[in-house]
């Protein structure tokens, strides 16, 4: 069974950072792509990020490309994403996921940008 657990989202001002970490069991991770995904405030998923299963591929939605970088560590089983220069309108539910739809996720992890 799938299971995800997102942590290190929180409140942080615009032009800050903050890395998200997702811990990942029940299936094997190293042979698994993995993604970001978030859900903003009355608004659908959105696709953030993908990784390859040995972490050299690394693709971005046009909004995260150049702030936001995914990584994955295959001998903690956790994918991480590194948020910088943060602005208000990334203020969402992050997830991570094991498809770009985040059809199977974790519970995610808040993260509000705001002054």
């Known amino acids: 069974q799938v299971h995800l657990v997102e942590s290190g989202g929180g409140l942080v001002q615009p032009g800050g950072s903050l890395r998200l970490s997702c811990a990942a069991s029940g299936f094997t991770f190293s042979n698994s792509e993995m993604y970001w995904v978030r859900q903003a405030p009355g608004k659908g998923l959105e696709w953030v990020s993908r990784i390859s299963t040995g972490g050299g591929a690394r693709y971005y939605a046009d909004f995260a490309r150049g702030r936001f970088t995914i990584s994955r560590d295959n001998a903690k089983n956790t994918v991480y994403l590194q948020m910088n220069s943060l602005k208000p309108e990334d203020t969402a539910l992050y997830y991570c996921?094991?498809?770009?739809?985040?059809?199977?996720r974790g519970q995610g992890t808040q993260v509000t940008v705001s002054s």
């Open positions: 996921a094991t498809d770009s739809r985040g059809t199977v």
